[in-house]
């Protein structure tokens, strides 16, 4: 039973540190765009969801994971090819130091305190 305990520990702790390693995180549902966690750039937002909206995406997620550079974007859900390139383009016109401070959520919900994509939208003022 201990050892159970300890693999359920050291996998929450895993996927904390995981989760929280992303530049940002956004979660697309519906065709609706919210910043899960981290610091995106306004400007990137905006293009996502206009990107998004002619793509015709309902559910997906995009990661940021940092680089020396600035950053990577790794995407989840249905996303094309396509889509994720012009994703991709939009974000490397992005200057790195933009990307690290970027302004944080305002007020953030406990879904995004946490870092939770359906907590967040769970919880999620429109």
């Known amino acids: 039973m201990q050892l159970l305990f300890v693999v359920v520990g050291a996998v929450a702790i895993f996927w904390w540190f995981d989760i ?3 530049l940002f995180c956004l979660s697309i549902l519906g065709g609706r765009v919210l910043v899960v966690r981290g610091r995106a750039p306004a400007r990137f937002v905006v293009d ?4 998004i909206a002619r793509a015709g995406v309902v559910s997906a997620s995009i990661r940021a994971r940092p680089t020396e550079r600035g950053g990577r974007l790794v995407f989840s859900g249905d996303l094309d090819e396509g889509t994720q390139q012009r ?7 992005i200057p790195a130091v933009q990307l690290r401070t970027a302004p944080a959520i305002p007020r953030p919900t406990p879904g995004q305190r946490l870092g939770i994509a359906w907590v967040a939208w769970l919880f999620n003022r429109p």
């Open 48 to 51: 996502v969801r206009d990107l």
């Open 20 to 22: 929280h390693s992303d």
């Open 87 to 93: 994703l991709r383009n939009v974000f490397g016109l």
